[in-house]
């Protein structure tokens, strides 16, 4: 008797994709014959499950469902430089046995699998199929990728009193070292400060936002007054990730600035500031009652005082809604920022920097709009804002 695992998910795997094992065994044959499968989550075992052959010899065990129920993403709001985001990925793997026989028992010692590790992320099936986690791991891999799918032919704006996230995969787990250079207009270093360090972490975030940069490096904010664009790179044992740029937004506007930030579909965080018109408004549902006209005087006459009222109101309930406009944009931003913001299931607005309130988009649809037909894109976006108000009861 034999067992043998034939494929496993890769190293790193986005939860909510298939996390699927496949293994065979030379005992298929036998009377009421099934895999044991024992999962085991973060090195203790959370359940077994009864698997039974599916393609001749051969069984698989897909561990998304549960695991993607096991694991979180919270948004950092210390303003430390990073901060492992350990809630938001997990390790895993398979103990396979075989069971058969009149009642069937298991026979035989289990076979193991590799420990492999899931992250918060969901990609949509042809980017998953296509998805190789060695290309966002710093450990592993020269110019690895941040987890955004920002594109790289866009420039990308930060304030000074705005937040930005960069992730990144790091499959040993141990520190990393963060590369940070100012530019001017002339695109001449201003400042600059190398292999700052970061916390170890296996899916590291680093807040690379002006002020945190700042009050975290030796990069001042005098170096900022002259900054056009920043860049951002991490290091570890020799490898270095691929270089980010950020164009520090110094423009005024008339109207005031609101920024989004949303978990994207690797389990990191996307930012981007709408500051066109934005417009608030609420709405109330009142609940009311009766009583009867009159009252009695202390003359004891009974008289209908105007002051004295029928129909009252008992306690009202508010809830508020945001419209925000983003900018003129292309199509490339455009079509990633809809279709990131508008599916992404935690969505925050930045009320002041380092401040995140939950916000809920309340467009059901979005339309990936082409510079052909378009030219540059504006898009607006309502959200239904997290905190309910209710009076006194009066």
């Known amino acids: 008797m034999a067992i043998t695992i034939e494929t496993e998910p890769q190293l790193f795997n986005p939860a909510t994709n298939p996390c699927v094992f496949t293994f065979s065994s030379t005992q298929s044959t036998e009377l009421n014959f099934s895999f044991k499968v024992a ?42 430089l990073s901060y492992n985001n350990a809630p938001a990925i997990l390790s895993y793997s398979i103990e396979v046995s075989e069971k058969y026989g009149s009642p069937p028992v298991i026979v035989g010692s289990s076979v193991s699998s590799n420990t492999v590790n899931a992250f918060n992320g969901s990609l949509r099936h042809q980017d998953w199929v296509n998805y190789n986690y060695q290309n966002y791991d710093l450990s592993t891999t020269n110019s690895s990728s ?40 002339n695109d001449s270093v ?19 936002s002006p002020i945190t940069l700042i009050n975290n490096t030796s ?56 500051n066109k018109y934005s417009e608030e408004s609420t709405t109330t549902k009142r609940s009311e009652y009766k009583k009867i006209k009159g009252q009695w005087t202390s003359s004891n006459q009974w008289d209908y005082y105007i002051y004295g009222g029928e129909r009252f109101s008992n306690s009202i309930t508010s809830n508020d809604t945001l419209k925000v406009n983003s900018d003129w944009i292309k199509e490339n931003k455009h079509n990633w920022m ?57």
């Open 39 to 80: 999962l085991i989550v973060n090195s203790t075992v959370h359940s077994y499950h009864d698997i039974y052959p599916e393609h001749s010899n051969f069984g698989k065990f897909d561990a998304s469902e549960i695991l993607r129920s096991l694991i979180k993403s919270e948004i950092n709001v210390s303003g430390s």
């Open 146 to 185: 941040f987890l955004t799918l920002f594109p790289s032919t866009e420039k990308y704006f930060c304030g000074i009193d705005e937040t930005i996230f960069l992730t990144s995969l790091v499959s040993n787990g141990l520190s990393t070292g963060l590369n940070v250079t100012l530019y001017d207009i």
């Open 190 to 208: 201003i400042s600059q400060d190398l292999n700052v360090s970061l916390v170890a972490s296996k899916m590291v975030i680093v807040n690379a």
């Open 219 to 274: 990069i001042t904010g005098s170096d900022f007054a002259s900054c056009y664009y920043y860049e951002i790179e991490l290091t570890q044992s020799g490898n270095t990730s691929e270089t980010f740029r950020v164009y520090y937004d110094t423009e005024c506007s008339l109207y005031r600035s609101r920024r989004l930030h949303w978990l994207n579909k690797f389990g990191a965080w996307e930012s981007y500031t709408f």
């Open 338 to 394: 809809v279709r990131s913001l508008y599916e992404s299931p935690k969505v925050y607005l930045e009320v002041r920097r380092g401040s995140f309130e939950p916000v809920i988009p309340l467009d059901n649809s979005y339309t990936l709009k082409q510079r052909i037909k378009e030219g540059l894109i504006q898009e607006v976006v309502s959200l239904a804002r997290s905190y309910t108000y209710k009076s006194q009861l009066n």
